[in-house]
């Protein structure tokens, strides 16, 4: 039923990850998809990969950090296509640690990346809406933004950020035909992941991926595609009637860990 035919998406931290199946799967419902990303290797790869297939998207070399850059990025995007259909605010950097141990540094550099880069995706994104007739603006959050989470103490800060800004943008933005929702993942199996195994528990890799997949009740992770498909839909005509909503897509954990 999805059908995103002629609608320009930016997707930022598209090169690898949800990010990557984000950008998949929008191009695959007919969008054209501008990738951001400060991974220029991947980045390319994904964007390639997409017009091999017949579909539409553009990689575009981007530090989220840097507030000018996304200013010029997104006056190019809207200067080739002219509109903005679609922003996905999906990059993001996690950090372990709880307040004793997370550093003054540690916290710039996740609000840099995770706060920062949102508001200026938005502060550039939602003026080219508004001129494109509307839009919908989906914030990938966490379901660290309303559990806790053991050591995740920064990262649930930024988090947290998200889920709230969420429905500010969609109570400021509801006359504009702009539409604004949040996504919280539980633990998905992307490459982050199993690098955090390597680095952390060499030789019990295993162990402890089946220890952390049945903390969420389904019993296993999430898949990249999984959360992909919620946010093609929330992007979609078929989700007309929704905004200022967060949605959890856990396994189950949110409410059924007891």
Same mark, same amino acid.
């Given at each position: 039923?999805?059908?995103?035919?002629?609608?320009?998406?930016?997707?930022?931290?598209?090169?690898?990850?949800?990010?990557? %199946?984000?950008?998949?799967?929008?191009?695959?419902?007919g969008a054209s998809v501008h990738i951001l990303d400060i991974d220029k290797e991947n980045g390319t790869r994904v964007a390639e990969s997409i017009n091999t297939s017949g579909k539409k998207a553009l990689f575009h070399y981007c530090d989220l950090t840097n507030h000018d850059a996304i200013d010029d990025i997104f006056?190019?995007?809207y200067k080739q296509s002219e509109s903005l259909d679609i922003l996905i605010?999906?990059?993001?950097?996690?950090?372990?640690?709880?307040?004793?141990?997370?550093?003054?540094?540690?916290? #710039?550099?996740l609000y840099n990346v995770n706060i920062k880069s949102v508001y200026s995706c938005l502060h550039f994104g939602i003026p080219l809406m508004k001129k494109s007739g509307g839009g919908s603006i989906v914030n990938m959050a966490s379901i660290a933004s309303v559990v806790g989470l053991a050591d995740r103490f920064a990262y649930t800060m930024s988090k947290g950020a998200v889920y709230s800004?969420?429905?500010s943008i969609a109570k400021d933005y509801v006359n #504009?035909?702009?539409?604004?929702?949040?996504?919280?993942?539980?633990?998905?199996?992307?490459?982050?992941?199993d690098n955090y195994l390597k680095d952390n528990y060499t030789g019990q890799e295993q162990e402890m991926?089946?220890?952390? %997949?049945?903390?969420q009740p389904i019993g296993r992770m999430g898949k990249p595609e999984e959360i992909a498909n919620l946010v093609a839909y929330l992007c979609s005509d078929e989700a007309a009637f929704t905004t200022g909503s967060f949605y959890p897509i856990d396994g189950g954990f949110q409410t059924l860990n007891t």
């Open positions: 039923m999805i059908n995103l035919t002629n609608k320009v998406a930016i997707v930022t931290g598209g090169g690898k990850g949800i990010g990557e %199946s984000i950008s998949r799967v929008l191009a695959k419902q006056k190019n995007v605010n999906n990059a993001g950097i996690a950090h372990i640690g709880n307040v004793e141990t997370t550093t003054p540094n540690d916290i #710039d550099r800004l969420t429905f #504009d035909n702009i539409r604004c929702n949040a996504v919280g993942p539980g633990r998905v199996h992307t490459p982050l992941v991926f089946e220890k952390l %997949s049945k903390t």
